[in-house]
């Protein structure tokens, strides 16, 4: 099984950043990071940004221009950068990765415990 670990999150006040970190467990076979993806109070785990199958970015509209996925090949390392942050971004934070799972031979989805993140006005 992928053991993901999300951190970086934090309190920050409205207009500040933060930068989120998700790193995977050892695992024997690839593990692929598809994205981030947020829940706040009350409300469903919704699209942050993933990597979509035709390998494109697709970033939730509200981010757009704000908040910035990237990944460090050589650490194995998914980031998101989070600028002019809002009240409205607060939310727990989780990253989503794909693996091969050999006890279902084929592709298993994995999540992360979640890091918050909570934006004051």
């Known amino acids: 099984q992928v053991q993901l670990v999300e951190s970086g999150g934090g309190l920050v006040q409205a207009g500040g950043s933060l930068r989120l970190s998700c790193a995977h467990s050892?695992?024997?076979?690839?593990?692929?990071?598809i994205g981030w993806y947020r829940q706040a109070p009350g409300k469903e785990r919704e699209l942050v940004v993933e990597l979509s199958r035709g390998a494109r970015t697709i970033y939730k509209d509200s981010v757009k221009g704000r908040f910035t996925m990237s990944r460090d090949n050589v650490k194995d390392l998914l980031y998101l950068e989070m600028n002019m942050l809002r009240p409205e971004d607060t939310a727990v934070y989780y990253c989503?990765?794909?693996?091969?799972?050999?006890?279902?031979?084929?592709?298993?989805?994995?999540w992360g415990q979640g890091t918050q993140v909570t934006v004051s006005s």
């Open positions: 989503k990765a794909q693996a091969y799972n050999p006890d279902v031979r084929g592709f298993s989805e994995y």
């Open positions: 050892p695992y024997t076979f690839s593990v692929n990071f």
